[in-house]
Every structure is written in structure tokens, then in C-alpha cells.
């Protein structure tokens, strides 16, 4: 299943990427489970996906629970919490 | 309702006059938010932020009599006491003018898609977001 993948702020430094396509096990299915798979990847990501660390998430940009569903052709952001305003 | 997330700066003034054209508008409310004591540079989730800001803005339509509207964000690089953000609301009164003004700043705080990047004396730094703006936000569900 191919999800388009968005990172923002410290978490796009971090990871030296601002976004990629990837291809995930159909197994993935919501948000929650994406990060997991995606913190699997061990080195900066295990970090930056922790699970102590504060990471919010958008999906086709809507912000969303970890419980939010995704399907092929989603857009998925992961980021930190927000500091506009 | 205007919107809009731009780098350059903007001018309460124009604003203000723009939203309150209709001989109905009894009330103007405004809030700019500026950038204090450091650099800084915004980034944002282009695509996303407007849709965000509308859905707030709407929603404060929901709960208050908002005539027009106007909110602008900036993003990129902004110097000490640059404007950053505004948000001004028509109104017929006083009351719904101030609330939707605090109501959608206090959205815009923790929904829409902003980071903001200091730059000091010892390197550049993210901000990180503070549990009171959460709770801010927090207080219009009751």
C-alpha cells in the first residue's frame, strides 16, 4: 500500500527528509501503527517515533487521532506539536 | 472572510476597513500577535494550514454573529516586534466581536500548522508548544 509521507520542523531535521513515498504492509492500517512501523527503521527514526516523544499527525490534511484509518494514496504528516500564533 | 498565510507584513488599518464596510457593523475586534525579543523564522504545512484556519474561523461563525473577517498568518523570517499573525472580526456587537477574536486565536494556537524556529546567541532552537495554549483552547468545549 502506498502512503505519500510529509515531515515538519524537528522532525523533518531530524530525519534529514522532507517527505518520501513509501510502501507499507497492508497490515498498517491506522496512523498509530504507521509510526511504529516507521520508528522500526531504528537510528533517528526510533528516536524521533519514541513513544514517549510528542508526535501529532494529518492525514490528506485534517489533523487526526492515532486511531485515524489510512489507505493507499493517503498523505500522512507526522509533526510536533504546533507553535504558531 | 478573508484568509490568508503570506510572508509579507500587514496593515491593521486596511484590515479593519475591509471587514467593516456594511452599515450593519456596530463592532471591531482585533488581535496581532508579534515576535518578541528573538529571530525567528516560521514554517508551515502548505496545503493544509488555510483549510485549518477556515475550519476554525468557521466554527466561530457557528457560536457568534461574525459579519467578516480577516486572519492572516505570515510565515519565513521575522525580526523582533515583527507582526506575526492577526485576526479581526465585524461584527453588530461588542460581545461576539471579542469572543470569536479570542476563540479563533486561541484555535489557531493549538490546530493550525505553524512551528516557529528561534535563533539566538547559542544556536537556533524549536519552540516548543506550552500545555497553558492547550488549555486555553481547551476551555471553549465547556
Known sequence: MKIRLLFFASLRERLAIPGEEVDVPPTVTTVGALREHLRDRGGAWADVFAPNRAVRAAVNQAMVQPSAPIKAGDEVAFFPPVTGG | ????????????????????????????????????????????????????????????????????????????????????????????HRGDAFAACEF???????????????HRAAGAEWVEARAADDEAAERWKK
Open chain 2, 1 to 92: 472572510m478573508k484568509i490568508s498565510v503570506q510572508r509579507e507584513d500587514f496593515d491593521l488599518g486596511a484590515e479593519v476597513r475591509a471587514i467593516s464596510r456594511s452599515s450593519k457593523t456596530g463592532a471591531v475586534a482585533s488581535f496581532i500577535g508579534l515576535v518578541r525579543d528573538v529571530p525567528m523564522t516560521l514554517e508551515h504545512y502548505a496545503g493544509m494550514t488555510e483549510n485549518a484556519i477556515r475550519k476554525i474561523v468557521d466554527e466561530a461563525g457557528r457560536r457568534w454573529q461574525v459579519m467578516d473577517c480577516s486572519v492572516i498568518h505570515r510565515y519565513g523570517d521575522l525580526q523582533p516586534n515583527d507582526q506575526i499573525v492577526l485576526v479581526a472580526i465585524a461584527s453588530a
Open chain 2, 104 to 118: 479563533i486565536m486561541d484555535y489557531l494556537k493549538t490546530q493550525a500548522p505553524f512551528w516557529k524556529k528561534e
